[in-house]
């Protein structure tokens, strides 16, 4: 047994001081860093499990292997806290007989991965291991992604060491195993029920089989089907792949008096076994558009939605008319009455190859029909691009809004993946005339076998089977709060279909709307009593949250946030008020103007704020125009520190910019002024911006300070001022102020609130 000694990580002098989250962001030893767990998703071979790989054992019996089907495999590494990582040595299995084709990807949080090895192969000429270095980055998880070798699909190695510097970690005592999977094709167990391979909590079933005698087909519910129901007739697992199987012939019940075909299928159900709530209607258990009207959207389970499924067809019918034969439905998005789209796969008997196809049948007008991969024609020669039936492929559903102006247009989109990883996709396909975006309308899934023929002189014998080795579905979450109540409350009274403006509420109450010290380290409010729900205005990685903090990360790049409230109306003497608290990096910019921003804006009851929404000069959303609003900007350590003051702009609603705050754009000049001051790092800071409603207009006021007292006050009346109603507050840092290091070891980072509050004061 050929065995080498991991010596111990160096140690910062602060290590005793720092929790094992923290992150090291300065180091210049290059050693061995503590894997604490090799993990992959459970189809390694044999006994040469993924901790193999980190026992320190170089021989071939102590490796980890497992083969692509298709897709590249994943070893997941974790070093146990977030260390400088600086390169990985490899031992790869055969190494000095073939080449292996692999990357390598690290990340802080295990959810948002940066290439640290770009795609390549192993040396090829090398037995032991096989050093790989690179920029020192930040990361905590790491993955090697392996697509075979040279010589086969399988990914093994006998070990891997990460090098770098951090943080001393202890391994564990025992290895962390990864459960072992079933011996079927993608992960499946052919000796388990459908419902212990798959989730079908989400599902419930339908069958050609009438064992009740009621003259309908039988279904059988989510919990009754999760819990391993199986039908050797119609519902099984493929005893060779362990997928799930869906056989269907024209002889047999249907669901209703309405129904021409039979069918074994799965409907979607977002209840997930919940039947305290209905099968039907805009409710907890179904899906909406988010063209809809908000008052659908409020009452659904989700909004838009996208359904997968890797499967193959096996067999379909041979005798019929001729329009009928061969044809059955793979998957469906059903409609109150009608469908979205019914996904059709077809093979005629004198053809090697099924054709691909789908029917868009609207509430509105007539049903349409689009070829996706040969022709839907009952006399169609061999589609040479088609499909075999037990070809393994996928496809992809899904609901999409895209914006037009103030209107939001409901889009279909399907992509077909076929064996060799090519893909299909159709242009998307435009559904603003189906009649689909009505306050009755709703929507659910079907997957499965729904056969689309009734007329074969065999009906007991001729028939439909497919098997799917995966499925699942996924959608929006709908729009929720006390706003929203209102709206859909003022939304029916006056019966409009969607609204983007609403009859101003009601005088706002004294009180405190916000008050979020992100205790629970939640941005959506989650336990704090009047914590506040946070989004971004630029990219998604805007926002940093842990227990007490919220940051902006900003960095090399411009960043926003911002939260949403219940609308607050003004009336004379009242004002609302903002008060923020917080701590700047250990890097700060020089010579930024206007670079810390603040504004209070009325949203317009548009529900589509309630979310990430990213917008820049390349890419504009129209989401942002014409909201009446200020700013007030802040500079940060200009050149001459005797200019830093304070700037307060006004939103001007005929500018149509498509961005919030990163730009002056769309934003008229009022007033500047203020004491000069400057930004240290590491420095906690407090600032309050008030706007007041009155007689003459209204008027903003605020200071900033820090531990030593006030650093500025502000002050400016904006006569005539229309603007009394305030729904959202938003902060942004533009590029280059807080946190922006330039050095590969150092991270960026950003502004860190730990407290922000928003109240409305009484006159």
Known sequence: MRKFLLTSVCTLATVALVSQASANTSCDAHGPLTIISATDDGLFDDVYGPHNAIDGDMEPTSRWSNESQGAPKILDLDLGAIQTLKGLSIAWYKGDQRQTNFWVEASEDGVSWKTVIAERQSGGGVLGLEGYVFDPIQAQFVRIVGNGNTSNDWNSLTEVVASGCGFAVAAPDQPILTAKRGTGLYGLDPTKSPGENFDLLGWYMTTPADDDGDGRSDSVYENELSAGWVDPRYFYTDPVTGGMVFRVTPAGAKTSENTSYTRSELRGMLRRGDEK??????????????????????????????????????????????????????????????????????????????????????????????????????????????????????YEIEVKGKREGDLTIPMLHLTITRDDGSQVSIEPFDMRESGFSTDDEFMFFKAGAYSGNNTSPEPDTDFDRVTFYELDYSHNKPPSGAWVD????????????????????????????????????????????????????????????????????????????????????????????????????????????????????????????????????????????????YMVTFDVNRADPTLNNVDIRKHIRIKEVGRLMSTYQGYELLAEGGESFTFAPDMTYRGEVTFQKSAAGLTITGTLNNAAGQMTTFAHTDEGSDVNNFGMLSFHVNSRTFGSTGMPDKPDNGVAFSNVKVEVLAE
């Open 277 to 394: 709530i209905g099968t039907r209607g805009a409710n907890k258990n179904n899906w909406v558009f988010s063209s809809a009207p908000l008052s659908a959207k409020a009452a659904a389970a989700g909004i838009d939605g996208k359904l997968r499924a890797t499967l193959s067809v096996n067999q379909v019918t041979r005798q019929g008319k001729a329009y009928q034969v061969g044809r059955v439905v793979i998957g469906q998005i059903h409609a109150k009455n009608d469908e979205p789209i019914r996904l059709y796969y077809r093979k005629l008997p004198h053809n090697k190859y099924g054709s691909l196809y789908f029917a868009h049948d609207p509430e509105i007008g007539k049903e349409t029909w689009v070829t996706v991969i040969g022709s839907r024609a009952d006399r169609a020669d061999n589609p040479d691009d088609g499909i075999a039936l037990d070809e393994i492929f996928t």
């Open 486 to 629: 209102r709206l859909v409350a003022a939304e029916k009274a006056k019966k409009l279909a969607l609204l983007t403006e609403v009859t101003p509420p009601n005088p706002a109450q004294a009180g405190t709307i916000i008050d979020d010290s992100f205790a629970d380290g939640d941005r959506n409010g989650g336990a704090d009593e009047l914590g506040g729900v946070w989004w971004t205005t630029s990219a998604k990685t805007a926002i940093e949250i842990e227990p007490g903090k919220l940051g902006i990360v900003s960095g090399t790049s411009g960043r926003g946030i911002r939260t949403t409230f219940e609308p607050q109306t003004l009336a004379e003497g009242q004002a609302i008020k903002t008060t923020f608290t917080f701590t700047t990096p250990e890097t700060v910019g020089t010579d930024r103007q206007d670079a810390f921003r603040v504004g209070f804006h009325d949203r317009l009851e548009r529900a589509d704020l309630e979310q990430d929404l990213s917008a820049s000069s390349s890419a504009p959303n129209k989401i942002y125009n014409a909201l009446p609003g």
